[in-house]
């Protein structure tokens, strides 16, 4: 199976700060990698796939990029309700063997 | 625009089997698999197996192979999971969501709004 390790588990933030977090593939899964944000109590939202590309109405502050083994998710300037958990997801395993990153906890310093 | 609705909450003994339902409404399954996903309190999503409903063929994570099975009915647009040999670490919210069928082109949306299963003597 395919491993993610996402990185790191949690962060503090303020509002206005750009932040990064990461997630390694334990090979390598062609940019076959989709971003959720999951805040408490709801179910996970798709945020971005193809490691790059946004998913319709998610704003243009949330970026990905990445290639091979490593990916970024980025948020350019946080705002109050990107406070959540995110986590990676690769969808590259044939038949599918989806797996996930273990989650970073967005939290407001 | 697809929603998909579960079943309610469950609360089941120890050894039990439990059975979750999504139905997609405002649309149907056609060209689509249905996973299922479950995170246990306060921790991350694990995948457990998803099921292609126009084939009928469904594929588990090792893990959950010879206890879960996920089967859908085409008519009414809903898949199923069932969970045998419950035990207290299967206490989890379980979450049904949607992808293509083809190949690296199968993240997952949208997703059911989930089933708390709880599973306590």
């Known amino acids: 199976d395919i491993q993610m390790t996402q990185s790191p588990s949690s962060l503090s933030a303020s509002v206005g700060d750009r932040v990064t977090i990461t997630c390694r593939a334990s090979q390598g899964i062609s940019n076959s990698l989709a971003w959720y944000q999951q805040k408490p109590g709801k179910a996970p939202k798709l945020l971005l796939y193809a490691a790059s590309r946004l998913e319709s109405g998610v704003p243009s502050r949330f970026s990905g990029s990445g290639s091979g083994t490593d990916y970024t998710l980025t948020i350019s300037s946080l705002q109050p309700e990107d406070f959540a958990t995110y986590y990676c997801q690769q969808y590259y395993s044939t038949p599918p063997l989806y797996t996930f990153g273990q989650g970073t906890k967005l939290e407001i310093k | 625009q697809v929603q998909l609705v579960q079943s309610g909450a469950e609360v089941k003994k120890p050894g039990s089997s439990v059975k979750v339902s999504c139905k997609a409404s405002?649309?149907?399954?056609?060209?689509?698999?249905i996973s299922w996903v479950r995170q246990a309190p306060g921790q991350g999503l694990e995948w457990m197996g998803r099921?292609?409903?126009?084939?009928?063929?469904?594929n588990y994570a090792q893990k959950f192979q010879g206890r879960v099975t996920i089967t859908a009915d085409k008519s009414t647009s809903t898949a199923y999971m069932e969970l045998s040999s419950l035990r207290s670490e299967d206490t989890a919210v379980y979450y049904c969501a949607r992808a293509l069928i083809a190949a690296r082109q199968d993240w997952f949306d949208p997703w059911g709004q989930g089933t708390l299963v709880t599973v306590s003597s």
């Open positions: 099921i292609i409903p126009i084939l009928g063929i469904a």
């Open positions: 405002g649309g149907t399954f056609s060209s689509y698999a």
